[in-house]
């Protein structure tokens, strides 16, 4: 692990926070938000269900499934601009 600055480290931990609770709000409003508003478009039957809270289902799966992708892609570049990424503590 590199040796950080105090400054370094909580500025560190701030960006890795913020990106941390930015994506939970995105993971909240697209596990709860959307599917509190699905019985309003209730106008067509999907196998008995609403065809609504099967596309917010599925859209919500897409969108953690990208989610995930893009946090770590995200994080990774936080790691990189302080240099504590994995790539800079490899074994030469």
């Not at 609403?50 to 570049?77: D, E, H, K, M, T």
């Not at 302080?82 to 800079?88: C, L, R, Y």
């Amino acid at each position: 692990m590199a040796q950080l600055s105090a400054v370094d480290r909580a500025e560190h931990w701030r960006r890795t926070r913020n990106l941390m609770i930015g994506h939970l709000v995105v993971w909240f409003i697209f596990s709860f938000g959307v599917h509190m508003f699905a019985d309003q478009l209730y106008y067509v039957n999907f196998f008995g269900w609403p065809l609504s809270y099967y596309l917010a289902a599925q859209g919500s799966l897409i969108v953690f499934v990208v989610q995930l992708f893009l946090f770590n892609r995200q994080q990774n570049a936080i790691d990189v601009q302080f240099g504590v990424d994995e790539a800079s503590h490899a074994i030469k």
